[in-house]
């Protein structure tokens, strides 16, 4: 009795692996042919400001076609949708303080296919060098 409570959960265990590894080769199989890039990847701020002002352009492979929707954390964009097989970028003007992320999904099935993301570096003030020595120090 034991020994068969302890095969169901092993061998229960290992299918269970198997098929979401069969699951996980399978959903990159079909997101295969999409990527997403962003340019520029990142945005330094200034000291004086921590607002990063800049003018980013998402770029993407689509094959085989899939009516697509870019969606974004980034509270000014809302959903944007390409219907066209012909569109391949979007361009849009950002003013953040955090990091923002873009994610390239299904229109129909809402299926993730890609995502990127922008990052926001605040600039440090350049370190001021410290003397080692004590100032009473002879040597």
């Keep these: 009795m034991l020994l068969s409570i302890f095969r169901s959960i092993f061998f229960g265990s290992i299918s269970l692996a198997l098929a979401s590894s069969f699951a996980v080769a399978a959903d990159e199989y079909e997101t295969s042919g999409y990527t997403l890039k962003m ?3 990142f945005c330094i701020t200034s000291e004086d400001e921590l607002t990063c002002e800049l003018t980013v352009v998402l770029e993407w492979e689509n094959e085989p076609f ?3 929707c870019i969606l974004s954390d980034y509270k000014e964009m809302t959903k944007w949708c390409a219907e066209s097989a012909q569109i391949h970028s979007l361009t849009l003007d950002i ?8 994610v390239m999904i299904d229109k129909e099935t809402h299926q993730t296919l890609a995502g990127v993301k922008l990052k926001v570096t605040p600039a440090s003030e350049p370190k001021v060098r410290r ?7 002879l040597f």
């Design 39 to 41: 340019t520029p990847e």
């Design 66 to 68: 899939r009516p697509i």
């Design 95 to 102: 003013k953040a303080t955090d990091d923002i992320q873009f």
């Design 131 to 137: 003397r080692y020595r004590n100032p009473w120090s």
